[in-house]
């Protein structure tokens, strides 16, 4: 069975600045998978090119993108549109700055009912109250009427999930679609996105937080200064890293649950894009770099079935890594 | 920590404060509570963690603290000594013990200032602290101190990263050396990797310099690394606090409950999801308009007739530690 979507060696470039250099993922028909990296590290920007919606300044220099099978770039205008919001749809971090705030929020999840589905008014407006009222938004035959300010930011995300969802795409992307709640509010939401991953809706997360992953996720690819440097099952990835930057990151990554375990800070800063170090663009930060990281930089393998490292030492990190207990394993 | 004494650094005692709004052009002044009666105190050498969801008033109290706003009423104790209200010589002495990291780097550090200059603002307008002949040496030991480049002193702030503006934040907290520094939400912008590095470097000034922490944010996976007690905040009124591991390993209050569940962390993936884990339904009631009785109810699952009238003090009910809750937790079982 081909996948439902599959990134090969994607580069996205600003003019001749790479901030995507090369990444590949694939996720099957109801699968999770999700993308981690911390800002810059071009995980927004390889989903964004996934639905043809880059900044202005951005393009995509190389790589393909498949969907169910399909070439992405070979599809017409028509086709793609077809493909966004039928197929595949997104929610954002900023719920606000995606929905118009001059319409109601009602004429806004109706308005694709009748755009996409050519449902008359009348039954468009039940269909937005009956799509609200599954995200779990209260009273909404009385909030279908309001405006977007007159929700909290967690209702303004569920909107966004009603919408996203209202044709019952395959694929939803969601790009740190929790960072912006309050950790109740966030709990609301991400229990609302597994109840729909439970029904069959594929995910692509994209997300800073590990806990995050940890919650909603089955698989993990792991971002660096452009790259995906790791890429494996979470339960595998955070048991056993095989990247340096994947265990700095567990390292790092404070745990309301764990008590015993020490926060230890990654030395150094993340590379700026127009000035990458030779090499492992990871080498400057990293307790394992040799001479060889300096000079070679390393391709993402696999070293074991569906585990894949970009680093030359991934199996001296791996056993490092198995000795100290990451996440309560 | 070892160097505490009888009298805490700060004390908070039963403070209210907030601002005031007005309902339309013409409408009725209203006075927004914010923080409706907050007792709190932190030692020499202490971290205590504020920690509490937006809207709870953990920033209103940090304001507070600091002095950029008058309570209505209650007080804030520095060494015993109230001093709200305090005004000239003596509000600027009081702002050389007590400093304010704010979350926003990019915010709060003048564009147009080189670090040398924002860091020895504070000796022009404190005299005393340092001579001027001493300014440029002590500068660079501030910033060699933060773990950044003594020779970049003569930069500005834009030709540094993020967590390296919170470096320089930290730096011009210290040059007054002063004896508590608040930090709201201090590291909540940074990315993780960074956010580790201002932690480690806060803790080691703490072990070295003997500074007091009253440490403000919403995250509780750092407040359970990095604090020695925890309050936790919800809509102006602290609903439980105590040692950290107490609170975390015992929780009695429903809301800190829920707290701890929603957050997610990285040891989350083993858990077949939604075991045991609490979601409160709903939304925080807005602080203009608190619910009555326990401010909690609405989202409660153990609310009982006596919650929605009657407000519980914060009290230490047979649970080890103060909580405001008529119905505790101490039973586990029942808990969950």
Redesign the interface.
């Known amino acids: 069975m081909s996948a439902l979507l599959e990134v090969t060696d994607l580069v996205v470039a600003f003019g001749d600045v790479r901030a995507v250099r090369g990444v590949s993922f694939s996720l099957s028909e109801g699968e999770t998978l999700a993308i981690v990296g911390?800002?810059g590290s071009g995980k927004s920007l390889s989903s964004l090119a996934v639905l043809g919606l880059l900044p202005a300044q951005a393009r995509v220099e190389s790589g393909e993108i498949r969907w169910a099978g399909e070439d992405v770039s070979a599809m017409s205008e028509r086709e793609l549109r077809a493909l966004r919001g039928e197929q595949l749809s997104m929610i954002f971090q900023d719920p606000l700055s995606a929905l118009n705030p001059s319409l109601t929020v009602g004429y806004q999840i109706a308005e694709m009912f009748r755009r996409r589905r050519g449902l008359r008014r009348d039954e468009a407006r039940r269909r937005a109250v009956e799509a609200m009222t599954e995200v779990g938004i209260?009273d909404a035959a009385r909030r279908v009427g309001a405006y977007p300010h007159e929700f909290?930011g967690?209702?303004r995300q569920r909107v966004m999930i009603a919408m996203a969802l209202a044709l019952e795409p395959r694929l939803l992307i969601a790009d740190e679609p929790t960072t912006a709640l309050?950790?109740?509010?966030?709990?609301?939401i991400?229990?609302l996105l597994?109840h729909r991953q439970r029904e069959g809706l594929a995910m692509v997360i994209i997300s800073?937080?590990?806990?995050?992953v940890?919650?909603t996720a089955r698989s993990v690819v792991v971002m660096y200064a452009g790259q995906a440097v790791e890429s494996g099952t979470?339960?595998d990835v955070?048991i056993a890293p095989a990247h340096p930057y994947t265990l700095?990151?567990?390292?790092?990554?404070?745990?309301?649950?764990?008590?015993n375990r020490?926060?230890?800070?990654?030395?150094g800063?993340?590379p700026d894009i127009t000035a990458l170090p030779t090499g492992c663009a990871f080498h400057p930060r990293c307790p394992f770099a040799r001479e060889r990281c300096r000079t070679e930089e390393p391709d993402l393998r696999e070293f074991a079935p569906g585990r894949s490292s970009a680093c030359h030492y991934a199996e001296e990190v791996l056993a490092r890594g198995a000795a100290v207990d990451?996440?309560?394993? | 920590m070892e160097q505490q004494s009888t009298t805490p650094v700060l004390e908070l005692v039963d403070l209210v404060a907030g601002y005031r709004s007005r309902h339309g052009l013409l409408g009725r002044r209203n006075e927004v509570r914010a923080v409706a009666g907050v007792s709190l105190s932190v030692s020499a050498g202490e971290t205590v963690c504020l920690v509490g969801?937006?809207g709870c008033g953990k920033s209103t109290v940090a304001r507070a603290v600091v002095s950029l706003l008058r309570p209505f009423s209650g007080e804030v104790r520095f060494d015993g000594r109230n001093v709200t209200g305090l005004k000239g010589r003596e509000l600027k002495n009081l702002r050389r013990q007590v400093q304010l990291v704010f979350q926003d780097p990019y915010a709060s550090l003048n564009p147009k200032m080189t670090v040398r200059e924002l860091i020895s603002e504070a000796w022009r307008i404190h005299p005393g602290i340092v001579e001027p002949d001493g300014w440029d040496a002590e500068v660079a030991r501030l910033l060699e101190r933060v773990g950044l480049n003594p020779g970049h002193a003569e930069r500005y702030p834009h030709q540094f990263?993020g967590?390296?503006r919170q470096r320089i934040s930290i730096a011009r907290a210290l040059a007054v050396r002063p004896r508590l520094i608040v930090c709201d939400e201090a590291v909540s912008a940074l990315?993780?990797?960074?956010?580790?590095?201002v932690?480690?470097l806060l803790r080691e000034l703490q072990r070295d310099l003997g500074v007091a922490y009253l440490f403000i944010t919403?995250?509780?996976?750092?407040?359970?690394?990095?604090a020695d007690r925890v309050a936790v905040m919800h809509l102006g009124s602290i609903v439980e606090s105590g040692d950290?591991?107490q609170i975390?390993e015992h929780a009695e209050h429903p809301y800190t409950r829920?707290?701890?569940?929603?957050?997610?962390?990285?040891?989350?993936?083993?858990d077949d999801?939604?075991n045991g884990?609490i979601?409160?339904?709903?939304?925080?009631p807005s602080p203009l308009n608190p619910p009555p009785g326990c401010r909690f109810h609405t989202r409660c699952w153990k609310a009982q007739d006596r919650c929605r009238t009657e407000e519980p003090e914060l009290l230490e009910r047979g649970t080890g530690h103060p909580v405001a809750c008529h119905f505790p937790a101490t039973d586990p079982v029942a808990a969950m």
């Open positions: 911390e800002s209260p909290s967690g209702m309050d950790v109740t509010v966030q709990a609301q991400l229990r597994r800073h937080d590990l806990g995050v940890a919650r979470v339960a955070y700095g990151l567990l390292d790092a990554s404070p745990s309301a649950r764990d008590s020490e926060i230890r800070p990654i030395d800063y993340p990451h996440a309560g394993a | 969801e937006s990263s967590g390296q990315d993780v990797s960074i956010q580790a590095q932690l480690t919403h995250d509780l996976g750092v407040v359970r690394h990095f950290t591991e975390y829920a707290l701890l569940s929603a957050a997610p962390s990285v040891e989350d993936w083993r999801a939604e884990e979601v409160l339904t709903g939304d925080v």
